[in-house]
């Protein structure tokens, strides 16, 4: 039997945010002194850190909120590849890979080294990418990167071609000691009504 590995970046001060974007931060807000009885907590941070979905919301007004996400496409087997020294990913770089009747495709660039710091440049998801994977069956695609898109990309063309063929982003990973091969995928959303985004817990499960 496996063991479940957790593939979440840890969230504290140190997680690394979106320029300009809300740090994270936890505090007691009512200690056990105050309250009598008990510590009660309080976060605040952005719904793009660390590792956490985007519900399309994220980047059409149109697009369904977090709360309208089928949990199906964020539990059951996944593949993981791995596509280190890249600078964009498409259909040549997963070309020499047998990906048919994939659902869930993971991939490790090891691009994002120090995890504290927010990168500089990350490979990106070059958008024609999306209709290919879709022809496979992909229907989710996550990245240990914290865009499917260049970090100066205002367009989002990866992000929007992916939702135009119906396949869910998943960002942040953490898969430096994940080897490429078939695993079960486990990485719910909170039930967030209005939101945009939602911080995960992914972990996996290698498959015999
Ligand atoms: N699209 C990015 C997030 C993003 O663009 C962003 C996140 C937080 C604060 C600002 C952002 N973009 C600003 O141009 C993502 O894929 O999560
Ligand atoms: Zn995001
Ligand atoms: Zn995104």
């Not at 149109?62 to 709360?67: A, L, P, S």
């Not at 990167?145 to 071609?161: F, M, R, W």
């Amino acid at each position: 039997m496996g063991i479940w590995i957790d593939i979440s970046q840890r969230l504290d001060e140190n997680v690394a945010v979106w320029p300009g974007d809300t740090p994270f931060s936890y505090k007691v807000n009512w200690s056990k002194v105050e309250s009598g009885s008990v510590n009660v907590g309080q976060i605040n941070m952005s719904l793009h850190t660390g590792t956490h979905i985007d519900a399309p919301f994220h980047f059409d007004n149109d697009g369904k909120r977090v709360i309208d996400l089928d949990l199906d496409l964020y539990i059951g087997n996944a593949t993981v590849i791995h596509l280190p020294n890249k600078t964009s990913i498409g259909v040549n770089e997963l070309s020499n890979l047998d990906l048919q009747g994939v659902t869930r495709l993971l991939i490790r660039t090891d691009a994002w080294k120090n995890r504290s710091v927010f990168p500089q440049t990350i490979p990106h998801i070059q958008p024609e990418l999306a209709a290919y994977l879709s022809e496979l069956g992909v229907r989710l695609i996550g990245l240990d990167l914290p865009s499917v898109d260049p970090l100066d990309s205002k367009e989002l063309s990866a992000h929007h071609e992916l939702a135009g063929h119906k396949i869910h982003i998943l960002e942040g990973l953490v898969l430096d000691e994940i080897g490429p091969g078939n695993y079960e995928l486990a990485a719910l959303p909170l039930p967030l009504v209005e939101a945009d985004g939602s911080p995960i817990r992914a972990v996996l499960k290698k498959l015999p």
